[in-house]
């Protein structure tokens, strides 16, 4: 079975530019979530989908982020424009419907904005 | 609201030996739950145990357990007999039952393992 996969795995952007990220959750995961990590602090919930609907978006940032789950699949995680402080790590996770269900996590996009 | 402290930066134990990585976390919620999230480098972060909060027994897995003291909000993860496999960035993380179920981390703990 395939994992939560994740694209680019890298992307260095200027400030003031557009990026997305997409990721893939497990086929058959109603849940899906993405997190932040800044270098050397925690990682921090972004929002969650429940199939295409989002059940919480309260750890967005700003409005220069907008997160959409088309068909209830795939995701992606738009910025824009980019500041030097959207720089982190992009995770990605899901899991399936039920009690205490394990969040399977993605390997990451390192997103870095000069 | 809910945190979740990880006082240990970096940790390094001898290969074959025992570590404990502390973790300590704070909740207003009564039905809740508690992980252990392991990151080799450059690898995907993968669940290393879970401890729902109403269960008394502590949760083990093979060579990783965990100390639940509910009363103190303490959630500490033993290493026994470690292996340089396990070496890796350690992830405390909490969660709410019911509602988004988001994840909230710590800081993470650096584990590094001596041959």
């Known amino acids: 079975e395939a994992g939560v996969t994740q694209f680019p795995s890298h992307s260095v952007i200027e400030k003031g530019q557009t990026v997305t990220l997409r990721c893939d959750p497990i086929?058959?995961?109603?849940?899906l979530y993405w997190y932040r990590r800044v270098m050397g602090k925690e990682i921090k919930f972004l929002l969650h989908?429940?199939?295409?609907?989002?059940?919480?978006e309260s750890g967005m940032p700003n409005n220069r982020f907008l997160a959409e789950r088309t068909g209830g699949t795939y995701s992606t995680l738009k910025v824009q424009p980019a500041e030097l402080e959207d720089s982190g790590v992009y995770f990605c996770?899901?899991?399936?419907?039920?009690?205490?269900?394990?969040?399977?996590f993605g390997p990451g996009t390192r997103l870095t904005v000069l | 609201a809910q945190t979740v402290t990880q006082s240990q930066p970096e940790m390094s134990v001898q290969e074959a030996e025992t570590v404990t990585l502390s973790c300590t976390y704070d909740?207003?919620?009564?039905?809740?739950?508690l992980f252990w999230y392991k990151q080799p480098p450059s690898r995907q972060m993968i669940l290393v145990i879970r401890?729902?909060?109403?269960?008394?027994q502590n949760a083990t897995e093979n060579r990783f357990s965990v100390n639940f003291q509910k009363a103190a909000k303490s959630f500490s993860l033993k290493i026994s007999d470690s292996q340089l496999g396990d070496a890796a960035m350690y992830f405390c993380?909490?969660?709410?039952?019911?509602?988004?179920?988001?994840?909230?981390f710590g800081k993470g703990t650096k584990l590094t393992v001596n041959p």
């Open positions: 996770a899901s899991s399936q419907e039920g009690r205490y269900n394990e969040q399977f």
């Open positions: 086929s058959g995961h109603d849940n």
């Open positions: 989908f429940v199939k295409e609907s989002k059940q919480d």
């Open positions: 909740t207003s919620e009564s039905d809740y739950y």
């Open positions: 401890q729902e909060a109403y269960k008394q």
């Open positions: 993380a909490g969660g709410v039952q019911g509602g988004s179920e988001k994840l909230v």
